[in-house]
């Protein structure tokens, strides 16, 4: 009996032709992203000469997206790979919610509660969260926070909620 693995668990959807279905799909996913910004990005002002416009750097970054999503896929295909693996939504679900909680309450709450609260939004990300790590490190970013985005940087964030600067 062997150590190694099997990739045959269960039945596979895909044709047999793909030989690695995690790599070809998400080079597919890549490609698609990188034709929505180059979709996206059609209207902004392009390169003239050697002055870049708007769009030079969306259009740049689409196409190399677009190479590296080929690229991923035809690994998918030469080569064998694992299966797909079950989506686990946790994870994206927690990190968007802290993002957009962030932008709801960075100006009525200010920047050292919003980015800690963000932070700990984030955290419920994965079950293997250590929350004593958690809070530290969450303390020392909203310090870093504080300290590079008003300070370092000379941005006009306001760093408490007005009722406690009153």
């Known amino acids: ?3 190694t693995p099997s990739h045959e ?3 596979s959807i ?9 790599d ?3 080079g597919l996913v890549l490609m698609a992203f990188a034709l929505f910004a180059l979709w996206a990005s059609r209207d902004l002002q392009g390169m003239h000469g050697f002055s870049f416009g708007a769009g030079t750097a969306p259009r ?3 196409g190399l997206l677009l190479a590296l999503g080929f690229g991923v896929m035809l690994m998918g295909l030469i080569f064998e790979g694992p299966p797909l693996q079950k989506y686990h939504w946790r994870g994206p679900f927690f990190v968007s919610l802290a993002i957009v909680s962030f932008a709801f309450t960075i100006r009525p709450l200010g920047l050292v509660i919003s980015a800690f609260a963000s932070f700990m939004i984030a955290a419920l990300g994965t079950e293997e969260t250590r929350w004593m ?3 530290i ?3 020392c970013l909203t310090v870093g926070c504080s300290l590079l985005f008003p300070y370092a940087l000379g ?4 760093l408490f909620p007005r009722f406690m600067i009153q």
Request: net charge neutral; hydrophobic share 50%.
């Open 1 to 3: 009996m062997s150590d």
């Open 9 to 11: 668990a269960g039945k």
């Open 14 to 22: 895909f044709p047999k032709w793909i030989k690695g279905p995690e």
């Open 24 to 26: 070809f799909i998400g």
């Open 60 to 62: 740049m970054f689409a």
């Open 133 to 135: 790590e958690a809070i």
């Open 137 to 139: 490190v969450g303390i």
């Open 155 to 158: 941005l006009p964030f306001q």
